[in-house]
């Protein structure tokens, strides 16, 4: 099997041409020793079977990041027969020095220039046969999102399969040519085996480690060559960018649009996948019923493992997908039109206080899908001490998998307010991950190093691209609640099914009932079934809700008419589309489940109950990352700073919830005496 590598800068588009190469069919792993993100696809096309694989994006060859490393690593051990160079064809002038490097390993190279539709807008002229010619290299000037380009870059790719190589001579001015072709040919005498291809390659880094600032002048002297085929008006190309930028990156107004676009996208994340969450849990609730009756005549420990354990508890977790998607959704949206690295920029004023960058700030924003990206993520940062003390604070973002614990508790204590409470919790995890960032910098007490980032041009953001990101963490989503939260809700059912076959003198309801006392200063340590709920989150937080479910509901029983119920399942699902769309922006729809909000909310009835519930939801906040997150922790920077993190998330969530409460019902208390 044949193997052709995709690489390029960042942001050119070469996950988006391996997408439409293999119909989004790639696998995604990790590279060997690092958490830089791998993918690749195994594709047949005719008679030709090939492995398609995406480098990381670099800019340079030097081996100076993980990026940079992995891929020049990869191309120097590994057979590679086509590499596929997808260039920004925008940004030729950068992009053709990474092309320059890459010819000379002598590897054969298609160029795709991508975003060509954007050349064509811009009065962008590209004589992509003179270059072609210059660098004896194909050309494909394309867009990603063409189908018919697809085929062109598959014909080609195959084409260049069965074309012998004879490898690419140098751009080099006459003296450094010359001085080329006799170390190949030094090179050829002392080894008379080794292939010419081998021998060039050899022979132009020998040249490179003996005249460096000959061949650095050399490559941009190439550079500016190349580009005299290239006619372009910068200022017509920018000129939309900088009208955005103008408002977006105001010196003033920049940072309140942000916050209000987070809010905005926290309600419509919020009230646009309610309808969808009600109807799942409705779905839920009809496969008990047929359970029910299927089942009625096992015994009952089996019944209720399957309706009451498997079916309350992974239905419970999986109803919330809705809410994973639509946050990945606008957090698709965000990277593909450029406006995430300028929520960077933007935030690098406010958190150089805090000992961070502004590139931690797009950790903690992807930490608002899952925690794991978001410690993968730190990699960016180029300071070792910054980018540890980034992956100890990522953990207290509250990530996805909390959001159904919050929406749960927003709407049985506070009904049409979630979207204000969800936001504060969110607040208070940001203010509390900077708080941490600055308290671990102090024994630092040196300046951050400035940052240096790219902002890349706005761009519409590809809904095929979007989408195809949302079915990607929606299916890793539903694999780890599959895998890991099944078999937590199935060791919880056992510990509230036995031994007695009654949750109320069950194993979880023994250990809920002796440590409630720890608790009670929280102000929730009353309430059993809550306290015994933490202990399943480790493995992933999903499971409080599955838990409370299994727990509060009552047992399911077979409905009189199961028929009936099936109808209204149907119908629901319509409603459940429409009311999506026509209550987005009603911030008091609710639409979830009736039965379990209810149950929820006479778990308090006192005058402190509302403080109750939002001290149970910091607790959650901040508790022990699951165990995923860990074992990213583990991976990327050791044991000890897992373990570490593990500490600060035992006594923050504690300490937190207690300072919370005891401060509420101080202040209530006062407010009573007057």
Same mark, same amino acid.
């Given at each position: 099997?044949?193997?052709?590598?995709?690489?390029?800068?960042?942001?050119?588009?070469?996950?988006?041409?391996?997408?439409?190469?293999?119909?989004?069919?790639?696998?995604?792993?990790?590279?060997?020793?690092?958490?830089v993100?791998r993918?690749?696809?195994?594709?047949?096309?005719?008679?030709?079977?090939?492995?398609?694989?995406?480098?990381?994006?670099i800019?340079?060859?030097?081996?100076?990041?993980?990026?940079?490393?992995?891929?020049?690593?990869?191309?120097?051990?590994?057979?590679?027969?086509?590499?596929?160079?997808?260039?920004?064809?925008?940004?030729?002038?950068?992009?053709?020095?990474?092309?320059?490097?890459?010819?000379?390993?002598?590897?054969?190279?298609?160029?795709?220039?991508?975003?060509?539709d954007?050349?064509?807008?811009?009065?962008?002229?590209?004589?992509?046969?003179?270059?072609?010619?210059? $660098? +004896?290299? @194909?050309i494909?000037?394309?867009? &990603?999102?063409? /189908? !018919? %380009?697809?085929? =062109?870059?598959? #014909?080609?790719?195959?084409?260049?399969?069965?074309?012998?190589?004879?490898?690419?001579?140098?751009?080099?001015?006459?003296?450094?040519?010359?001085?080329?072709?006799?170390?190949?040919?030094?090179?050829? $005498? +002392?080894? @008379?085996?080794?292939?010419?291809? &081998?021998?060039? /390659? !050899? %022979?132009?880094? =020998?040249?490179? #480690?003996?005249?460096?600032?000959a061949?650095?002048?050399?490559?941009?002297?190439?550079?500016?060559?190349?580009?005299?085929?290239?006619?372009?008006?910068?200022?017509?190309?920018?000129?939309?960018?900088?009208?955005?930028?103008?408002?977006?990156?105001?010196?003033?107004?920049?940072?309140p649009?942000?916050?209000?676009?987070?809010?905005?996208?926290?309600?419509?994340?919020?009230?646009?996948?309610?309808?969808?969450?009600g109807?799942l849990n409705?779905?839920?609730?009809?496969?008990?019923?047929?359970?029910?009756?299927?089942?009625?005549?096992?015994?009952?420990?089996?019944?209720?493992?399957?309706?009451?354990?498997?079916?309350?508890?992974?239905?419970?977790?999986?109803?919330?997908?809705?809410?994973?998607?639509?946050?990945?959704?606008?957090?698709?949206?965000?990277?593909?039109?450029?406006?995430?690295?300028?929520?960077?920029?933007?935030?690098?004023?406010?958190?150089?206080?805090?000992?961070?960058?502004?590139?931690?700030?797009?950790?903690?924003?992807?930490?608002?899908?899952?925690?794991?990206?978001?410690?993968?993520?730190?990699?960016?940062?180029?300071?070792?001490?910054?980018?540890?003390?980034?992956?100890?604070?990522?953990?207290?973002?509250?990530?996805?998998?909390?959001?159904?614990?919050?929406?749960?508790?927003?709407?049985?204590?506070?009904?049409?307010?979630?979207?204000?409470?969800?936001?504060?919790?969110?607040?208070?995890?940001?203010?509390?991950?900077?708080?941490?960032?600055?308290?671990?910098?102090?024994?630092?007490?040196?300046?951050?190093?400035?940052?240096?980032?790219?902002?890349?041009?706005?761009?519409?953001?590809?809904?095929?691209?979007?989408?195809?990101?949302?079915?990607?963490?929606?299916?890793?989503?539903?694999?780890?609640?599959?895998?890991?939260?099944?078999?937590a809700?199935?060791?919880?059912?056992?510990?509230?099914?036995?031994?007695?076959?009654?949750?109320?003198?069950?194993?979880?309801?023994?250990?809920?009932?002796?440590?409630?006392?720890?608790?009670?200063?929280?102000?929730?340590?009353?309430?059993?079934?809550?306290?015994?709920?933490?202990?399943?989150?480790?493995?992933?937080?999903?499971?409080?809700?599955?838990?409370?479910?299994?727990?509060?509901?009552?047992?399911?029983?077979?409905?009189?008419?199961?028929?009936?119920?099936?109808?209204?399942?149907?119908?629901?699902?319509?409603?459940?589309?429409?009311?999506?769309?026509?209550?987005?922006?009603?911030?008091?729809?609710?639409?979830?489940?009736?039965?379990?909000?209810?149950?929820?909310?006479?778990?308090?009835?006192?005058?402190?109950?509302?403080?109750?519930?939002y001290?149970?939801?910091?607790?959650?906040?901040?508790?022990?990352?699951?165990?995923m997150?860990?074992?990213?922790?583990?991976?990327?920077?050791?044991?000890?700073?897992?373990l570490?993190?593990?500490?600060?998330?035992?006594?923050?969530?504690?300490?937190?919830?207690?300072?919370?409460?005891?401060?509420?019902?101080?202040?209530?208390?006062?407010?009573?005496?007057?």
């Amino acid at each position: 099997m044949k193997t052709a590598a995709f690489v390029g800068n960042p942001n050119a588009g070469k996950t988006a041409w391996i997408n439409a190469l293999s119909d989004a069919g790639f696998e995604v792993g990790n590279w060997p020793g690092v958490t830089v993100e791998r993918k690749q696809a195994q594709v047949q096309w005719g008679s030709e079977k090939l492995t398609l694989i995406d480098l990381p994006g670099i800019y340079d060859l030097q081996k100076t990041n993980n990026e940079e490393q992995i891929t020049q690593d990869f191309l120097e051990s590994q057979p590679v027969d086509c590499l596929i160079n997808v260039l920004d064809a925008t940004h030729l002038q950068r992009a053709l020095r990474l092309t320059l490097k890459l010819r000379m390993l002598q590897i054969p190279m298609i160029l795709i220039f991508n975003f060509y539709d954007e050349v064509l807008k811009n009065g962008i002229e590209i004589d992509a046969v003179k270059l072609s010619r210059r $660098l +004896a290299c @194909p050309i494909l000037c394309v867009s &990603a999102f063409d /189908k !018919q %380009a697809v085929g =062109q870059v598959k #014909e080609t790719i195959l084409a260049m399969l069965k074309e012998p190589f004879s490898g690419y001579r140098p751009l080099l001015t006459q003296p450094l040519e010359e001085a080329w072709v006799r170390q190949v040919n030094t090179l050829q $005498l +002392a080894q @008379p085996f080794a292939s010419s291809l &081998a021998l060039q /390659k !050899q %022979a132009y880094m =020998q040249l490179c #480690e003996a005249q460096p600032q000959a061949m650095h002048q050399a490559l941009y002297q190439a550079i500016d060559s190349l580009m005299s085929h290239v006619r372009q008006d910068p200022q017509r190309r920018l000129l939309k960018t900088r009208r955005i930028d103008a408002v977006l990156l105001h010196r003033i107004w920049g940072l309140p649009l942000l916050l209000a676009m987070s809010f905005a996208m926290l309600m419509l994340i919020y009230n646009g996948s309610s309808p969808y969450v009600g109807w799942l849990n409705q779905l839920t609730l009809w496969m008990q019923h047929g359970c029910q009756l299927l089942l009625a005549g096992v015994p009952a420990w089996l019944r209720s493992l399957v309706c009451d354990g498997l079916l309350a508890g992974i239905g419970s977790v999986l109803s919330f997908l809705p809410l994973m998607a639509f946050l990945y959704f606008f957090l698709g949206l965000l990277e593909e039109s450029g406006y995430m690295a300028r929520i960077a920029f933007l935030m690098d004023r406010l958190m150089r206080p805090f000992g961070c960058s502004g590139k931690a700030f797009v950790s903690l924003l992807l930490g608002l899908g899952c925690n794991v990206p978001a410690v993968m993520a730190t990699r960016v940062i180029e300071e070792e001490s910054s980018r540890r003390r980034t992956a100890l604070v990522v953990p207290l973002i509250s990530c996805g998998a909390r959001l159904p614990i919050y929406l749960l508790f927003a709407a049985a204590f506070f009904p049409g307010q979630g979207g204000v409470i969800v936001f504060t919790l969110y607040g208070l995890s940001l203010v509390s991950a900077l708080v941490l960032s600055l308290i671990l910098s102090l024994p630092e007490q040196r300046r951050q190093p400035w940052m240096v980032l790219e902002l890349p041009v706005y761009r519409r953001p590809s809904l095929k691209v979007v989408f195809n990101k949302v079915r990607q963490e929606v299916k890793n989503y539903t694999r780890k609640a599959m895998t890991v939260v099944m078999l937590a809700m199935t060791v919880l059912w056992g510990l509230t099914y036995f031994p007695s076959g009654e949750i109320t003198t069950s194993y979880a309801a023994q250990f809920g009932k002796a440590a409630s006392v720890i608790y009670q200063p929280l102000g929730f340590g009353t309430q059993w079934p809550l306290v015994a709920s933490l202990p399943g989150s480790i493995a992933a937080k999903e499971t409080v809700v599955g838990f409370l479910a299994s727990v509060l509901r009552d047992k399911v029983e077979a409905p009189l008419d199961f028929a009936q119920e099936s109808k209204n399942l149907v119908l629901g699902l319509g409603e459940a589309v429409k009311n999506s769309v026509v209550h987005l922006a009603d911030f008091s729809q609710e639409g979830q489940d009736a039965g379990l909000i209810s149950e929820i909310g006479r778990l308090f009835d006192d005058p402190l109950g509302k403080l109750r519930a939002y001290s149970f939801l910091v607790y959650c906040l901040f508790s022990i990352p699951c165990i995923m997150t860990l074992n990213a922790l583990r991976q990327e920077y050791g044991t000890k700073l897992m373990l570490k993190s593990i500490a600060i998330m035992v006594l923050l969530p504690y300490g937190m919830s207690l300072i919370l409460f005891q401060l509420g019902r101080l202040l209530y208390w006062l407010s009573m005496i007057r």
